[in-house]
Every structure is written in C-alpha cells, then in structure tokens.
C-alpha cells in the first residue's frame, strides 16, 4: 500500500519561511518522479514543482520560482520543499504525489499516480 505523508506546515508570516517533507512508503521511490501541487480555496489544483528520479533535474512553477527549492533524499524516501519569501498568495493546501511519468506531462496533476493527504501553508501578511 503506497503511502504519501506530508508535515511542516502552518502558519507563517510574510516573507518567512518553511519547509515542507513528504514521507513515501510501499513504492519504490527511486523511480518516481515526485512532485508538489497546491490548492487554494476556491480555485484549481496548481502545479508547484517536480523533481526526476536518477538526474535529479528540477522543474518549478512560474509564480514559485527562485523562491521555493524541491530535493529529495532517495535513502529516506523523502521529498522536500524549502519556501521562501512567502506571500499571501502561497496561502493553500499542499499536497506531494509521485509519478512514472518521465515527460513533459508531469506538469499536470493528471498523469500522478499517487498523492498526500496535503498540509495547510497559511501566510499572513
């Protein structure tokens, strides 16, 4: 049973930072690429950001980037999200899912196989 838990949200103000994990179990995480999605309330699910597997590359949303870093730690099957200079409109849930796609496609929240039960970021200003 594949398992996706993330933890380090909360509440922070603007221009602080956090840093968010998401624990994998029952995949074999070296294979998937993982990713980070948020979601505001009354609007869509956003892409935030996906890491691969083996090259390590790194992909990042435009309203993110320079801000936010993803890595991930194979050994621990952990991925992380380092924050910083929140904003306001950072305010959403997060959620982390991983993926086989190997393409262009892991922009969209679509093609993840597997996702977290999500973590509350809430950015005061």
């Known amino acids: 049973q594949v398992q996706l838990v993330e933890s380090g949200g909360g509440l922070v103000q603007a221009g602080g930072s956090l840093r968010l994990s998401c624990a994998a179990s029952?995949?074999?995480?070296?294979?998937?690429?993982m990713g980070w999605f948020r979601q505001a309330p009354g609007k869509e699910r956003e892409f935030v950001s996906f890491?691969?597997?083996?090259?390590?590359?790194?992909y990042y949303g435009d309203s993110v980037k320079g801000r936010f870093t993803i890595s991930r730690d194979n050994a621990k099957n952990t991925v992380y999200l380092q924050m910083n200079s929140l904003k306001p409109e950072d305010t959403a849930v997060y959620y982390c899912?991983?993926?086989?796609?190997?393409?262009?496609?892991?922009?969209?929240?679509?093609?993840?196989?597997?996702w977290g039960q999500g973590t509350q970021v809430t950015v005061s200003s």
């Open positions: 029952g995949l074999t995480f070296s294979s998937f690429t």
């Open positions: 890491i691969r597997t083996s090259s390590g590359r790194k």
């Open positions: 899912a991983a993926t086989r796609d190997y393409s262009s496609a892991s922009y969209y929240d679509t093609v993840y196989d597997y």
